[in-house]
């Protein structure tokens, strides 16, 4: 788990500053990020691993779930526990799959979500547009 001290928790300014600019951020070398699929009755599951920021990273999980969407999957859970960075192009990409999910009628859920992602998303007032859930259970079992 990163070093709290390192995004400076209880000062908003330093989190944001830690998601922006990775640089900034004395824990890791740059990581590609992985992606494991699943499917359970009928749900896709997206297992993401490392950081989801601009470039291929966020562009590749674009591409999988325009395919997923395409392919007639209305029902996805993204757990986002081995997320360890989130840069805005990767909070862009994650608001843009919840768009095209719901206007394709389906539904998106986001589990496992660590503090540090939380509090950026609550901190960018966009926690409230999407579905949370603790676990990919729970995520699974709320469809």
Request: net charge positive; charged share 20%.
């Amino acid at each position: 788990m990163p070093d709290k001290r390192a995004f400076g928790i209880g000062s908003p300014e330093a989190i944001m500053d830690a998601f922006a600019n990775p640089r900034n951020v004395p824990w890791g070398q740059t990581m590609p990020l992985e992606i494991t699929q699943r499917e359970m009755n009928g749900i896709y599951l997206l297992a993401l691993k490392g950081r989801l920021v601009l470039g291929q990273e966020s562009s590749g999980l674009r591409t999988m779930i325009d395919n997923l969407l395409e392919s007639g999957v209305k029902r996805i859970v993204v757990n986002l526990e081995h997320v360890n960075y989130v840069d805005s192009a990767g909070l862009g990409a994650l608001i843009e799959m919840h768009r095209k999910t719901k206007a394709k009628g389906g539904g998106l859920k986001l589990c496992n979500l660590g503090p540090n992602l939380r509090q950026a998303l609550e901190l960018a007032r966009l926690l409230p547009i999407f579905e949370t859930c603790p676990t990919e259970t729970a995520a699974v079992a709320s469809f």
